[in-house]
Nanobody
Framework: QVQLVESGGGLVQAGDSLRLSCAAS????????MGWFRQGPGKERDFVAA????????YYADSVKGRFTISRDNAKNTVFLQMNSLKPEDTAVYYC????????????????WGQGTQVTVSS
């Protein structure tokens, strides 16, 4: 089992930046990749970004490329999502996820999920 706890959400204005953190515990040695997803009001949960735990290979949704950066601190078992130039449409609950099966990030499946952290961007 892998436990995930997100933090760093909040209320910001359009154009501001925010950094989310996801702390992993438990069987983190089984983790191949970590991902961020988001679910806006009345919308489905969408993929945002992913990173492989060992090599640090990254993959992004087109909607966030150039604005968001995913990174990890292996020593602290923590993944970050740096969000710049935030827009009102970025408003959502952001979830961290962990996947244990090695595959291309575009085809990654995730086995463990955090509870989410709310990000609200006002115009």
């Amino acid at each position: 089992q892998v436990q995930l706890v997100e933090s760093g959400g909040g209320l910001v204005q359009a154009g501001d930046s925010l950094r989310l953190s996801c702390a992993a515990s438990g069987r983190t040695d089984s983790t191949y990749a970590m991902g961020w997803f988001r679910q806006g009001p009345g919308k489905e949960r969408d993929f945002v970004a992913a990173i492989t735990w060992s090599a640090g290979i990254t993959y992004y949704a087109d909607s966030v490329k150039g604005r968001f950066t995913i990174s990890r601190d292996n020593a602290k078992n923590t993944v970050f999502l740096q969000m710049n130039s935030l827009k009102p449409e970025d408003t959502a609950v952001y979830y961290c996820a962990a996947g244990t099966r090695a595959r291309q990030l575009a085809r990654m499946t995730y086995d463990y999920w955090g509870q989410g952290t709310q990000v609200t961007v006002s115009s």
